[in-house]
Nanobody, 115 residues
Framework: QVQLVESGGDSVQPGGSLRLSCIANKVGFRVYDVSWYRQPPGKQREWVATISSSEDTKYGDSVKGRFAISRDNARTTAYLQMNNLEPEDTAVYYC?????????WGQGTQVFVSS
């Protein structure tokens, strides 16, 4: 069982930056692919970015060039650096770790972007 805990959500103005963290409770974290998803108010959850166990990265079109996903396996932590934030980025952000049929989610952290 992998437990994921997200942190770093906050209220920021448009154009601001935040870094979200996702801490796992297992050293075996390194074999998992890690993704960030988000759920805007009143909308469905959507995929944001993924970093594989070999550190290949992929991004959704709406965040490409503004967000960066990374991981530190020694700290069993994944990050989502979010720059040039827009009101449309307001959402609860979730971390997900997958390895074959194993699939774990965190509880989420709230990001609010408003002037």
């Amino acid at each position: 069982q992998v437990q994921l805990v997200e942190s770093g959500g906050d209220s920021v103005q448009p154009g601001g930056s935040l870094r979200l963290s996702c801490i796992a409770n297992k050293v075996g974290f390194r074999v998992y692919d890690v993704s960030w998803y988000r759920q805007p108010p009143g909308k469905q959850r959507e995929w944001v970015a993924t970093i594989s166990s070999s550190e290949d990265t992929k991004y959704g079109d709406s965040v490409k060039g503004r967000f960066a996903i990374s991981r530190d396996n020694a700290r069993t932590t994944a990050y989502l650096q979010m720059n040039n934030l827009e009101p449309e980025d307001t959402a609860v952000y979730y971390c997900r770790a997958t390895y074959y049929s194993l699939d774990y989610w965190g509880q989420g952290t709230q990001v609010f972007v408003s002037s």
